[in-house]
């Protein structure tokens, strides 16, 4: 059992606060949705936990198992066992995906790693994917569409293997076919491994694919409120100006009954 645990966590990014006495804890088998309107700090809070530089934690505790992360450098999370799809990925000239995943997973597993059986699962997870063969052998996401991109992070995370999986946004850009794909991808991966997942969207869609066990709605930097899925439905109804007005209220209501 793997637990990401987040307490009291206040963010700084450019002189600016975006996240405020954030709490949240994840366990393994746990997909955690968290909703909310642009500019609120949902890929904020993604990117501080995965140790991006310029993300400055004044207060509160990032934990995953019994490390203390604040601290860490972004590979030695990694090395933990966590792993951010992100919403933007980046493009790497001169290193093939085939090259990057295998580095990966030569540091990851040292002597248990076996090339073949790397080679064989990357093929099957790329046929899988529905993408094309040849993109395996070309530079990480150079020339990819977005939907390419979203659906390499998928293929990084079938690789990598990770306890703990951060989905930045990773719904946008996605055709409607590509999108039933990532979803379904994610859902198999999540009842075959049963890691810790956070899912950030703003988009309902997704979560036709993709079951979350808990939802949560973040207003200005904290969350606001929590619920199951019918949470998802009375935010179609309303939208997110409800818990923009309200917010302020919803939190001092939750923190009396704490």
Do not use: W
Not at 58 to 84: P, Q
Not at 165 to 187: A, K, T, W
């Amino acid at each position: 059992m793997h637990t990401l645990k987040i307490e009291h966590l206040t963010v700084e990014v450019e002189n600016k606060i975006i996240l405020k006495d954030f709490n949240l804890e994840i366990k393994s088998g746990e997909i955690h949705a968290i909703m909310g309107p642009n500019g609120t700090g949902k890929s904020t809070l993604s990117k501080v936990i995965m140790g991006y530089p310029g993300y400055h934690i004044l207060e509160g505790t990032i934990t995953y198992d019994d490390t203390i992360m604040n601290d860490l450098s972004v590979d030695k999370r990694a090395k933990l066992g966590l792993f951010l799809g992100m919403q933007m990925p980046l493009e790497i000239e001169g290193v093939t995906n085939a090259d990057f995943l295998r580095s990966a997973l030569n540091e990851k597993e040292k002597e248990n790693f076996h090339l073949m059986k790397f080679i064989k699962k990357l093929d099957a997870t790329v046929e899988s994917l529905d993408m094309e063969k040849e993109m395996i052998h070309r530079g990480v996401n150079v020339g990819f569409s977005g939907g390419e991109r979203k659906k390499n992070e998928i293929l990084q995370m079938y690789m990598l293997e990770p306890t703990c999986v951060l989905l930045d946004e990773i719904d946008s850009g996605l055709d409607v076919d590509s999108l039933r794909i990532v979803g379904n991808h994610v859902m198999k991966y999540f009842k075959k491994e049963e890691p810790a997942v956070l899912l950030i969207t703003h988009y309902q869609r997704l979560l036709e694919y993709i079951k979350p066990t808990h939802i949560h709605v973040m207003v200005d930097g904290s969350i606001v409120k929590s619920g199951d899925y019918d949470l998802v439905k009375e935010i179609e109804t309303f939208g997110y100006d409800k818990f923009k007005k309200n917010g302020t209220h919803i939190i001092e209501e939750m923190k009396t009954h704490e």
